[in-house]
Antibody, heavy 116, light 107 residues
């Protein structure tokens, strides 16, 4: 069974950093691209970033370029999202997702609240 | 970025109705569109990929069609468990972009 479990969320002050993790199991992690998708409270879904299966390529939405870094450790079957210079508008639930063309399996999500 | 115009924003249906949601894209996406269902407090669930390919285990009352810039998603014989929000996603170009969502409610 495919499982994706996010961790690392919580309350953080504007301008500070936070790192999210996503532990994957039930599939061969290093065969798949992985993605982060976010959803602000009561809002729609927004794609954040994608990383290729081997980590050689990364893609970001414009609003997070230069502030967020997606990475992976294939030996640990874990995906990461390093979020720096956080802003109030980054407040959202962040989902990690396996990407097989399109995200097919999703984690349960982790809430990130950016507030002073 | 490719813009996704999803409509309607909300939909009211009776049990057994057929409902249709549309997504129009700002450019040809070569059928690389997926449809997701999301229930409150839950992660999205992939229903359909590549315009019309039903994911394994998804009931056949869900369907998708379209080409070029115009795509649609339908639920025939709406059941109570279908009450949720639905999103389209284009994955032809980066950044992938979602539609704004459609909230399906019971009449």
């Amino acid at each position: 069974e495919v499982q994706l479990v996010e961790s690392g969320g919580g309350l953080v002050q504007p301008g500070r950093s936070m790192k999210l993790s996503c532990a994957a199991s039930g599939f061969t992690f290093n065969n798949y691209d992985m993605a982060w998708v976010c959803q602000a409270p009561k809002k729609g879904l927004e794609w954040v970033a994608t990383i290729s299966y081997d980590g050689s390529s990364t893609y970001y939405r414009d609003s997070v370029k230069g502030r967020f870094t997606i990475s992976r450790d294939n030996a640990k079957s874990t995906l990461y999202l390093q979020m720096d210079s956080l802003r109030s508008e980054d407040t959202a639930t962040y989902y990690c997702a396996r990407s097989f063309g399109t995200p097919d399996y999703w984690g349960q999500g982790v809430m990130v609240t950016v507030s002073s | 970025d490719i813009q996704m115009t999803q409509s309607p924003p909300s939909l009211s249906a009776s049990l057994g109705d057929k409902v249709t949601i549309t997504c129009q894209t700002s450019q040809n996406i070569n059928k690389y569109i997926a449809w997701y269902q999301q229930k409150p407090g839950k992660a999205p669930r992939l229903l359909i990929g590549f315009t019309s390919r039903l994911v394994s285990g998804i009931p056949s009352r869900f369907s998708g069609s379209g080409s070029g810039r115009d795509y649609s998603f339908s639920i025939s014989n709406v059941e109570s468990e279908d009450i949720a929000s639905y999103y389209c996603l284009q994955y032809d170009n980066s950044p992938n972009t979602f539609g704004a969502g459609t909230k399906l409610e019971l009449k």
